[in-house]
T-cell receptor, first 116, second 112 residues
């Protein structure tokens, strides 16, 4: 079965600095997708970035980049130039076509706090 | 504007009652999902549907039921068999299974 592990329950960063949120995954599938979502205190889930297992380049979306290391099965999110509005819960997720019908599996999340 | 609408935002249920949470999308997405989130935890999949008139159980389907009679609608019923239904419920949809999912605002259900 697929599994997502986020080992950092909470992270703190100073405004304007970069921060890395860790995510490791476990799957036997060759084809899968990796996602990061942001959940502010309001509860909505906001899609940030996607990486496919066959993508050779690391995904980037504005201040977000995904550090994809396939051999280590890690998909860390890097947020550059942190802003106060980045304070939120962040979830890593994975979809697997072969074993789970492409349903998304989520990690436990990391609570990020950006300090002024 | 295209999006996913969940209603109501807050819902209170007496023990022994069934309640239905609404989820409507106008994104023309094929796949729809229901997740449950408990405080300080990640999302757990309840049910998902890849096409109309078809749905599959997720990891925690016991005590829940769904229907998918229309492409844009995927209501979730929390039955009296669900022993601990107090949680935050999120509905999502994606163009195809496995693509990025778009979420609704969520429904916070409390048993009183």
């Amino acid at each position: 079965a697929q599994k997502i592990t986020q080992t950092q329950p909470g992270m703190f960063v100073q405004e304007k600095e970069a921060v890395t949120l860790d995510c490791t995954y476990d799957t036997s599938d060759q084809s899968y997708g990796l996602f990061w979502y942001k959940q502010p205190s309001s509860g909505e889930m906001i899609f940030l970035i996607y990486q496919g297992s066959y993508d050779e380049q690391n995904a980037t979306e504005g201040r977000y980049s995904l550090n994809f290391q396939k051999a280590r099965k890690s998909a860390n999110l890097v947020i550059s130039a942190s802003q106060l509005g980045d304070s939120a819960m962040y979830f890593c997720a994975m979809s697997n076509q072969e074993t789970s019908g492409s349903r998304l599996t989520f990690g436990e999340g990391t609570q990020l706090t950006v300090n002024p | 504007d295209g999006g996913i609408t969940q209603s109501p935002k807050y819902l209170f249920r007496k023990e022994g009652q069934n309640v239905t949470l609404s989820c409507e999308q106008n994104l023309n997405h094929d796949a729809m999902y229901w997740y449950r989130q408990d405080p300080g935890q990640g999302l757990r999949l309840i049910y998902y549907s890849q096409i109309v008139n078809d749905f599959q159980k997720g990891d925690i389907a016991e005590g829940y039921s769904v229907s998918r009679e229309k492409k844009e609608s995927f209501p979730l019923t929390v039955t009296s068999a669900q022993k601990n239904p107090t949680a935050f419920y999120l509905c999502a949809s994606s163009t195809v299974p496995g693509a990025e999912a778009f979420f609704g605002q969520g429904t916070r259900l409390t048993v009183v």
